[in-house]
């Protein structure tokens, strides 16, 4: 009896060799992981526009190589381009040239070419990122000048994949410029896209010999297209707008010594008010913000005279005022597109109205008469008040 | 020993009721009710179908202390006649072996799309009724004492989960409040409601309390915690992905989860975490349901309860391979919806009349 019982207790022992394991297990040195993609428009061979696929794969060989000091010259990255009439099809295509067939569940950055953007609906391109499973919604899209293949082959020096180096710098928005958007992930795209509005993304392109991510695209949320871009101040004054502008420089002019005064802002808040008259709707923006001065080359400067602190508050609120003027003069009259959250507010602020002009908006919206009224309040000066003494 | 001589205190009766509403509705509530709703004000539709099942609580309760230490299989031939109690019993028996073949097969389809690509979605429901069968035959004792363990665990790691996407949360997408009115709110209720199913588990739980005289409070309780967890999920949910995308959506709180991105815990990833504790979730439905179809049946059939467990397998196995794609597997479980109206709402109104005029008639004699 006792010996049955140790064969079973034994044969247990020697399954769990054979059962013990995964269908679906991956190891990890054989998988390609993916960390930027591009997508570009490509010359139509059929009728139909096709894109242009580019898959950027790290290899983490070399990665590692650099700490260890081995000197291989070797790109720590692997650029793959693929046309295909889909882009799951061309990520599968990708599997026929590479042994290790891309993996989206670490991928970062997905840049999409200007011309991509202008010519292929957006919701139709991007279907294929919505839906993956292994795509996660924190993926950051950019928005590039040149081709988006193009774009993920520049190499920076300090970061030598140039998807995480497009990466850490469009996380610089939220601690030190406002030139431009605020970063947009897919799940933004894709809540954007399904609300049907208008929105911003942040614009890449060349700059001498690598990148500058500055100004936007703006992509009108009806045709689900890109339909013109914004400059960098242009995209100042939308930041402004919509309270996104939590760092940055604004440079005024003062209007005396025609020198100038340079802010920075540490603090900015904004609300948007709607009125409903009849049929007309008007907005009032108020804009708050606090922050400190940065660099005056007014010569006879004293800081430590609350006169010249509130003399220069105004030339700077003059700037902000031109910035955000400039945005709306670009996007309200000329593109005719409420990227600003205008429509948001009146959503919250009075649904009733709201689902009456919900279907039309756009065409409403460049009609509505907007109020700017804006409050620098210069906190402190840092540590030198005056350039000499009188 | 047919599994029905032990006992199991208030507090465990109360676990079990949590842990049986709490399923299959953490991912699919936030869609289904955001298509009713179509607002931001589902959290509002939560509290009213809340308070409706509170009051179906309160009718299983009472009726079920009216036949101290019976279950709804034993008092039914005694309440309504011996052969419509027994059509009623087969009704409610078939109801839980489809809400198990429907709790195994909702964990496998999310385990297919995200985690097993490639394992074959029969063999993931063969295991996983295998585990639940090893549990299931050593009877009702052992079963709340294993929800005992998985509760505080689930309970914390949801709360967790939802305090990570606080970040995600934006207030305007949960604004305006009652924009357009009290309509949506009430379109809300059906699917809200429907998420609560499981207290109908309380027909057959209180025979085994201790004291049945707590059981009002227990059902409270046991009912108040999903209620509660299903309004944060809503909340975070449509706060941080909106209402029009939540609608778009296959699994919003998986989407919602896999959105977690916190630098300084250097994790991402958190979907692998919410869906082992999704499996869970969804276990513990499965075996209380599993474990009450082969209680009804011996108790129907007044035959001894293991045999039955093992011979529900393939039932249970064919109710969770039914559904021939995803939107099958969605009906199935609009369908399970409507009878659960029937069995917790109709069902105990209906007995509790029954035995309200019978008891009038016996007075007189």
């Given at each position: 009896?006792?010996r049955?019982?140790?064969s079973?207790?034994?044969?247990?022992?020697?399954?769990?060799?054979?059962?013990?394991g995964?269908?679906?297990?991956?190891?990890?040195?054989?998988?390609?992981?993916?960390?930027?993609?591009?997508?570009?428009?490509?010359?139509?061979?059929?009728?139909?526009?096709?894109?242009?696929?580019?898959?950027?794969?790290?290899v983490?060989?070399?990665?590692?190589?650099?700490?260890?000091g081995?000197?291989s010259?070797?790109?720590?990255?692997?650029?793959?381009?693929m046309?295909?009439?889909?882009?799951f099809?061309?990520?599968?295509?990708?599997?026929?040239v590479?042994?290790?067939s891309?993996?989206?569940?670490?991928?970062k950055?997905?840049?999409?070419?200007?011309?991509?953007?202008?010519?292929?609906?957006?919701?139709?391109?991007?279907?294929f990122?919505?839906?993956?499973?292994?795509?996660?919604?924190?993926?950051?899209?950019?928005?590039?000048?040149?081709?988006?293949?193009e774009?993920l082959?520049?190499?920076g020096?300090?970061?030598?994949?140039?998807?995480?180096?497009l990466?850490?710098?469009?996380?610089?928005m939220?601690?030190?410029?406002?030139?431009?958007?605020?970063?947009l992930?897919?799940?933004?795209?894709?809540?954007?896209?399904?609300?049907?509005?208008?929105?911003?993304?942040?614009?890449?392109?060349?700059?001498?010999?690598?990148v500058q991510i500055?100004?936007a695209a703006v992509?009108?949320?009806?045709?689900?297209k890109?339909?013109?871009?914004?400059?960098e101040?242009?995209?100042?004054g939308i930041?402004?707008i919509?309270?996104?502008?939590?760092?940055?420089?604004?440079?005024?002019?003062?209007?005396?010594?025609?020198k100038?005064i340079?802010?920075e802002i540490?603090?900015?808040?904004s609300?948007?008010k709607?009125?409903?008259?009849g049929e007309?709707?008007?907005?009032?923006?108020?804009?708050?913000?606090?922050?400190?001065l940065?660099e005056d080359?007014?010569?006879?400067?004293?800081?430590?005279?609350?006169?010249f602190?509130r003399?220069a508050?105004?030339?700077?609120?003059?700037?902000?005022?031109r910035?955000?003027e400039?945005?709306?003069?670009?996007?309200?009259k000329e593109?005719?597109v409420?990227?600003?959250?205008?429509?948001?507010?009146?959503?919250?602020?009075?649904?009733?109205?709201?689902k009456?002009?919900?279907?039309?908006?756009?065409?409403?919206?460049?009609?509505?008469?907007?109020?700017?009224?804006?409050?620098?309040?210069?906190?402190q000066?840092?540590?030198?008040g005056?350039?000499?003494?009188? | 020993m047919?599994g029905?001589?032990e006992?199991?205190?208030?507090?465990?009766?109360?676990?079990a009721l949590?842990?049986?509403v709490i399923?299959?509705?953490?991912?699919?509530?936030p869609?289904?009710?955001?298509?009713?709703?179509?607002?931001?004000?589902?959290?509002?539709?939560?509290?009213?179908?809340?308070?409706i099942?509170?009051?179906?609580?309160?009718?299983?309760t009472?009726l079920c202390?009216?036949?101290?230490?019976m279950?709804?299989?034993q008092?039914?031939?005694?309440?309504?006649?011996?052969?419509a109690g027994?059509i009623?019993n087969l009704?409610?028996?078939?109801?839980?072996?489809?809400?198990?073949?429907?709790?195994a097969r909702?964990?496998?389809?999310v385990?297919?799309a995200?985690?097993?690509?490639?394992?074959?979605?029969?063999?993931?429901?063969?295991?996983?009724?295998?585990?639940?069968?090893?549990?299931v035959?050593?009877?009702?004792?052992?079963?709340?004492?294993?929800?005992?363990?998985?509760?505080?665990?689930?309970?914390?790691?949801?709360?967790?989960m939802?305090g990570?996407?606080?970040?995600?949360v934006d207030?305007?997408?949960l604004?305006p409040?009652?924009?357009?009115?009290?309509?949506p709110?009430?379109?809300?209720?059906k699917?809200?409601?429907?998420?609560l199913?499981?207290?109908?588990?309380f027909?057959?739980?209180?025979?085994y309390?201790?004291?049945?005289?707590?059981?009002m409070?227990?059902?409270?309780?046991?009912?108040?915690?999903?209620?509660f967890?299903?309004?944060?999920?809503?909340?975070?949910?449509?706060g941080?992905l909106?209402?029009?995308?939540?609608r778009?959506?296959?699994?919003?709180?998986?989407?919602l989860?896999?959105?977690i991105e916190?630098?300084f815990?250097?994790?991402?990833?958190?979907e692998s975490?919410f869906?082992?504790?999704?499996v869970?979730?969804?276990?513990?439905?499965?075996?209380?349901?599993?474990y009450?179809?082969?209680?009804?049946l011996?108790?129907?059939?007044?035959?001894?309860?293991?045999?039955?467990?093992?011979?529900?397998?393939?039932f249970?196995y064919?109710c969770?391979?039914?559904?021939?794609?995803i939107?099958?597997?969605?009906?199935?479980?609009?369908y399970?919806?409507?009878?659960?109206?029937?069995?917790?709402?109709?069902?105990p109104?209906f007995?509790?009349i029954?035995a309200?005029?019978?008891?009038?008639?016996?007075?007189?004699?």
């Amino acid at each position: 009896m006792r010996r049955i019982k140790k064969s079973i207790l034994i044969c247990c022992c020697i399954s769990i060799l054979f059962m013990g394991g995964c269908w679906d297990r991956i190891d990890i040195e054989d998988m390609g992981l993916a960390v930027g993609v591009g997508v570009d428009y490509q010359e139509y061979s059929t009728k139909r526009l096709t894109p242009e696929f580019t898959i950027q794969s790290v290899v983490p060989k070399v990665l590692a190589g650099e700490n260890g000091g081995g000197g291989s010259q070797a790109a720590p990255f692997q650029n793959l381009t693929m046309d295909e009439s889909s882009l799951f099809e061309a990520g599968r295509e990708a599997s026929t040239v590479t042994s290790r067939s891309p993996n989206y569940a670490h991928l970062k950055v997905l840049v999409i070419s200007k011309e991509a953007a202008q010519s292929i609906n957006l919701l139709q391109l991007l279907n294929f990122f919505f839906r993956d499973h292994e795509i996660r919604r924190t993926v950051h899209v950019l928005i590039s000048e040149e081709k988006a293949s193009e774009i993920l082959s520049i190499k920076g020096t300090k970061d030598p994949v140039p998807a995480l180096k497009l990466l850490s710098i469009t996380e610089n928005m939220e601690t030190k410029t406002a030139k431009m958007p605020t970063k947009l992930s897919l799940g933004d795209f894709s809540e954007k896209m399904s609300a049907s509005s208008s929105f911003l993304v942040q614009k890449v392109q060349k700059f001498k010999d690598g990148v500058q991510i500055i100004g936007a695209a703006v992509i009108k949320g009806n045709t689900q297209k890109m339909i013109g871009e914004l400059n960098e101040d242009e995209t100042f004054g939308i930041n402004c707008i919509t309270g996104e502008a939590q760092a940055g420089a604004v440079t005024g002019v003062d209007k005396e010594t025609d020198k100038i005064i340079s802010y920075e802002i540490d603090h900015l808040k904004s609300t948007i008010k709607p009125k409903v008259n009849g049929e007309a709707i008007s907005y009032t923006v108020n804009i708050n913000t606090e922050g400190r001065l940065a660099e005056d080359w007014i010569p006879n400067s004293d800081a430590f005279n609350e006169k010249f602190i509130r003399n220069a508050e105004k030339q700077v609120e003059r700037e902000f005022m031109r910035l955000m003027e400039a945005g709306l003069a670009k996007t309200q009259k000329e593109l005719k597109v409420d990227v600003a959250g205008f429509g948001e507010s009146l959503r919250i602020n009075q649904p009733k109205v709201w689902k009456k002009v919900k279907k039309n908006w756009e065409e409403q919206f460049p009609e509505a008469s907007i109020d700017i009224n804006v409050k620098v309040n210069i906190k402190q000066f840092q540590t030198q008040g005056r350039k000499m003494n009188k | 020993m047919n599994g029905s001589n032990e006992q199991i205190t208030s507090t465990q009766a109360t676990v079990a009721l949590a842990m049986t509403v709490i399923g299959v509705g953490i991912v699919t509530l936030p869609r289904v009710s955001a298509e009713e709703v179509q607002t931001p004000d589902i959290w509002i539709s939560m509290i009213i179908s809340g308070g409706i099942t509170f009051v179906a609580a309160f009718f299983i309760t009472k009726l079920c202390l009216q036949f101290k230490g019976m279950t709804i299989f034993q008092f039914s031939p005694i309440l309504v006649g011996k052969w419509a109690g027994f059509i009623f019993n087969l009704f409610i028996i078939k109801y839980f072996i489809l809400v198990g073949g429907y709790q195994a097969r909702s964990m496998a389809e999310v385990l297919r799309a995200y985690l097993l690509d490639k394992t074959p979605i029969e063999v993931v429901i063969i295991v996983y009724i295998a585990v639940g069968v090893y549990i299931v035959i050593s009877g009702i004792y052992p079963i709340v004492k294993l929800l005992q363990i998985y509760f505080p665990v689930v309970l914390v790691f949801i709360l967790f989960m939802l305090g990570l996407s606080v970040t995600n949360v934006d207030l305007n997408n949960l604004r305006p409040i009652l924009g357009e009115g009290f309509m949506p709110v009430v379109n809300g209720i059906k699917p809200t409601a429907l998420s609560l199913a499981g207290i109908e588990s309380f027909l057959i739980l209180i025979a085994y309390m201790q004291r049945s005289q707590q059981a009002m409070k227990a059902a409270a309780v046991g009912l108040f915690i999903p209620l509660f967890m299903y309004i944060l999920i809503v909340i975070a949910v449509v706060g941080s992905l909106s209402i029009d995308e939540v609608r778009l959506l296959t699994w919003p709180t998986i989407e919602l989860v896999k959105s977690i991105e916190m630098k300084f815990l250097l994790l991402e990833r958190f979907e692998s975490f919410f869906i082992i504790l999704w499996v869970i979730t969804t276990f513990t439905s499965f075996i209380m349901n599993f474990y009450f179809a082969s209680l009804g049946l011996s108790q129907v059939f007044k035959k001894a309860y293991k045999p039955f467990v093992y011979g529900l397998i393939p039932f249970i196995y064919l109710c969770a391979m039914y559904p021939e794609d995803i939107n099958g597997v969605f009906k199935l479980g609009d369908y399970i919806g409507n009878l659960a109206i029937v069995i917790t709402g109709i069902i105990p109104v209906f007995f509790l009349i029954i035995a309200f005029i019978r008891r009038k008639r016996n007075a007189k004699n």
